[in-house]
């Protein structure tokens, strides 16, 4: 499972102008709200909240969310997004959701995370009758027939085949671990329980995952988001008439506890198949325990940016110890998690060595010159990604669900005296403080 599924980077986008919301139709009492950036929201009856911006881009970026604490990693949830999108639901035979899939979802899929479904489609306007209907079939009325299942069971054990024979894989599993601690839900270990799952006898399984739709998927435990070419009228209508026949059905959701910030140092040393030597891959990875709604969320993105740049100078530029450097602060509900990745040909000990001397003369000083070129790329990420449909969606989905965003995060207002206090209080000490994976070529 992907732990961090954001873009930091993303932080730097801002949006688009405000849309006024038209009317409710009388035949759907609906209701509506308002929100920033042009972000309009309304609720059905049945619990159901659609949230979205309506804009001049020409398509439409949607997602569908569920959120449930009957979504773990039983094996169940992951099926069951498997069959979603191509077995019979509502009227439809399995053979007619492949084809509308095909016919009106330009781009799209399903994905599973703990505690959560997601659903999410990129397709022309004129499609938003036959895709919102699509996904309110696929999501509140599957009918798991036989032959899907049987079918998808297959391929589930396929994916999960290639996660437990990959080196690879295994390896960063057991860094994540060390990272998050063994029983968090972003890495519990259920490989072997999600193989058996999916091994279950066909009838017995299309009859469990009946009865595990019955408890997760409920309307009230839903969210759906929009944004791109849409008709904020005919999409109330819309919704309303494919969701809203569906009674209201409210169910818990999953807790995700906090991630304790990382204090001892663990390193970790696997071998890998798909480098050759003298290749190595070097990870390095810590918990700042500042989560992306925490005071100094904002400071840290800036941090990690700055990191990323004096990586690139000293182990590039400078001394030729790698191609490039990949550094990334990854704040979610839970944890806020600094990671590193160098790829190369020398000692993986003595380029970690480096790395923590470049992070020792940044607690000494920070460049203001280079803060100052920061905040040019801040302003350019900004203005080439203003009007990006996938990056408001993304940004909509936060706030709602999470309570705010990292994308509101005011990272251009940072200073110099803040920058160096944070790299003093939350960068380690080289072997203090942080887990370390080193992927060595065979």
């Given at each position: 499972?992907?732990?961090n599924r954001?873009?930091?980077l993303?932080a730097?986008f801002s949006?688009?102008?405000?849309?006024?919301?038209p009317?409710?139709?009388?035949?759907?009492p609906?209701?509506?709200?308002?929100?920033?950036?042009?972000?309009?929201?309304?609720t059905?009856?049945?619990?159901?909240?659609?949230?979205?911006?309506?804009?001049?881009?020409?398509?439409v970026t949607?997602?569908?969310?569920l959120?449930?604490k009957e979504i773990t990693?039983?094996?169940?949830a992951?099926?069951?997004?498997?069959?979603?999108?191509?077995?019979?639901?509502?009227?439809?035979?399995?053979?007619?959701?492949?084809?509308?899939?095909?016919d009106?979802v330009?781009d799209?899929n399903?994905?599973?995370?703990?505690?959560a479904?997601?659903w999410?489609?990129?397709?022309?306007?004129?499609y938003?009758?036959?895709?919102?209907g699509l996904?309110a079939?696929?999501a509140?009325d599957?009918?798991f027939?036989?032959?899907?299942?049987a079918?998808q069971?297959?391929?589930v054990?396929?994916?999960?085949?290639?996660?437990?024979?990959?080196p690879?894989?295994?390896a960063?599993?057991?860094?994540?671990r060390?990272?998050?601690?063994?029983?968090?839900?972003y890495v519990?270990?259920t490989?072997?329980?999600?193989?058996?799952?999916?091994?279950t006898p066909t009838?017995?399984?299309?009859?469990?995952?009946g009865?595990?739709?019955?408890r997760a998927?409920?309307?009230?435990?839903?969210?759906?988001?929009?944004?791109?070419?849409?008709?904020?009228?005919a999409l109330?209508?819309?919704?309303?008439?494919?969701?809203?026949?569906y009674?209201?059905?409210?169910?818990?959701?999953?807790?995700?506890p906090?991630?304790?910030?990382?204090?001892?140092?663990?390193?970790?040393?696997?071998p890998?198949?798909?480098?050759?030597?003298?290749?190595s891959?070097?990870?390095?990875?810590?918990?700042?325990?500042?989560?992306f709604n925490?005071?100094?969320?904002?400071i840290?993105?800036?941090?990690?940016?700055?990191l990323?740049?004096a990586?690139?100078?000293e182990?590039?530029?400078?001394?030729g110890?790698?191609?490039?450097?990949?550094?990334?602060?990854e704040?979610?509900?839970?944890?806020?998690?600094?990671?590193?990745a160098?790829s190369?040909s020398?000692?993986?000990?003595?380029?970690?060595?480096?790395?923590?001397?470049?992070?020792?003369?940044m607690?000494?000083?920070?460049?203001p010159?280079?803060?100052g070129r920061?905040?040019?790329?801040?302003?350019?990420?900004?203005?080439?990604?203003?009007?990006d449909?996938?990056a408001l969606l993304d940004?909509?989905?936060?706030?709602t669900?999470?309570?705010?965003s990292?994308?509101?995060?005011?990272?251009e207002t940072?200073?110099?005296?803040?920058?160096l206090?944070?790299?003093r209080?939350y960068m380690?000490a080289?072997?203090?403080?942080?887990v370390r994976?080193?992927?060595?070529?065979?």
């Open positions: 499972m992907q732990i954001r873009d930091t993303k730097f949006g688009v102008a405000a849309t006024s919301l009317p409710l139709a009388a035949a759907y609906v209701t509506a709200q308002s929100g920033p950036q042009g972000q309009q929201s309304f059905l009856p049945n619990g159901l909240r659609t949230h979205f911006i309506a804009n001049g881009s020409g398509y949607a997602s569908l969310v959120r449930s990693h039983d094996g169940l992951h099926i069951c997004e498997h069959t979603s999108c191509a077995g019979a639901a509502g009227g439809m035979t399995a053979a007619q959701v492949a084809a509308m899939f095909k009106y330009q799209g399903a994905t599973t995370e703990a505690g479904l997601r999410h489609a990129s397709f022309l306007p004129q938003l009758p036959q895709v919102t996904l079939a696929i509140l599957q009918k027939d036989h032959a899907t299942v079918a069971q297959c391929v054990q396929e994916e999960l085949y290639l996660d437990k024979y990959s690879t894989v295994k960063q599993q057991r860094f994540d060390e990272l998050f601690g063994k029983s968090h839900p519990k270990e490989l072997e329980q999600e193989i058996a799952k999916a091994k009838p017995e399984l299309a009859a469990e995952l009865a595990f739709a019955a998927r409920l309307p009230a435990n839903m969210d759906f988001f929009l944004v791109g070419g849409i008709e904020p009228r109330q209508d819309l919704v309303a008439q494919h969701f809203g026949k009674a209201f059905a409210q169910g818990p959701r999953l807790d995700i906090r991630v304790g910030v990382t204090r001892t140092y663990k390193a970790l040393t696997e890998s198949f798909e480098l050759q030597r003298p290749m891959d070097l990870r390095i990875a810590w918990n700042t325990g500042v989560c925490g005071p100094d969320a904002r840290l993105l800036a941090l990690g940016a700055y990323s740049t990586l690139f100078d182990l590039r530029e400078k001394d110890d790698t191609y490039t450097p990949d550094v990334v602060y704040p979610d509900a839970c944890s806020g998690v600094f990671r590193i160098i190369s020398k000692d993986p000990q003595q380029v970690e060595k480096k790395v923590f001397e470049v992070i020792d003369r607690k000494a000083r920070i460049d010159k280079e803060l920061l905040r040019d790329r801040i302003a350019l990420k900004r203005c080439k990604e203003a009007g449909n996938q940004r909509m989905v936060d706030r669900l999470d309570g705010s990292i994308d509101d995060l005011a990272v940072v200073t110099h005296e803040e920058m206090a944070a790299a209080k380690p080289h072997r203090e403080g942080y994976l080193t992927l060595k070529g065979q």
